[in-house]
């Protein structure tokens, strides 16, 4: 295999540097990779995030945030208003390759949200869709080292809440 497409364009393998964290980081969108991601998400480019990886982003918007995992869609018409991309672990982007790959990265988006739609709706306070959503990360990821590291302002928008609910939410365990 000569190279493989991720980023918007063609990249030898031998120079491929996949973003792997191992802390949780917070950066901007245009810090994800060696081009710049912001217009590319604002302007209806469709990535998706690599499968093969174990990694999470969460997209923060002015009053939301989405939380992604392998596989899902990142970006297009879903993420034009994101201004924040924090990774959670081994993230890696790359482009989908047909229109099945598109589908089913779309797919995979849309189960993640109902993910999170399903904590909102059975969790009727904010405290309790603060723990919620704590005790999901953590669940996920199998530690609480790394869902300490992630900004509370970031897993307020995820569920709605304020992020002094989310750090009181922490204290709680």
């Known amino acids: 295999m000569p190279g ?3 980023l918007g364009g063609k990249i030898p393998e031998d120079r491929i540097a996949p973003i792997e964290v191992f802390r949780v980081v917070s950066m901007t969108l245009s810090q994800l990779g060696s081009t710049d991601l912001l217009p590319q998400l604002r302007g209806g480019e469709l ?5 093969d990886r174990d990694g999470c982003l969460i997209l923060c918007k002015p009053y939301q945030a989405d939380l992604l995992g392998p596989g899902a869609a990142v970006g297009g018409v879903l993420d034009f208003d994101c201004f924040e991309a924090i990774a959670i672990g081994d993230v890696a ?4 390759q047909d ?3 598109r589908s ?3 797919a995979t988006r849309h189960l993640w949200q109902s993910y999170k739609h399903k904590l909102l ?3 009727r306070f904010p405290m309790q869709r ?3 959503i704590l005790n999901l990360l953590r669940q996920y990821f199998e530690t609480d080292d790394i869902v300490q ?4 302002r970031a897993l307020a928008l995820l569920v709605g809440v304020l992020p002094p609910t989310i750090a009181a939410a922490r204290l709680q365990k």
């Open 4 to 6: 493989i497409t991720a």
């Open 93 to 96: 982007l790359v482009h989908p």
């Open 47 to 51: 990535l998706r995030l690599a499968s």
């Open 121 to 123: 709706e059975c969790q």
């Open 104 to 106: 089913q990265s779309l």
């Open 149 to 152: 590291e992630i900004p509370d």
């Open 130 to 132: 603060a723990v919620g």
């Open 99 to 101: 229109y099945d790959e």
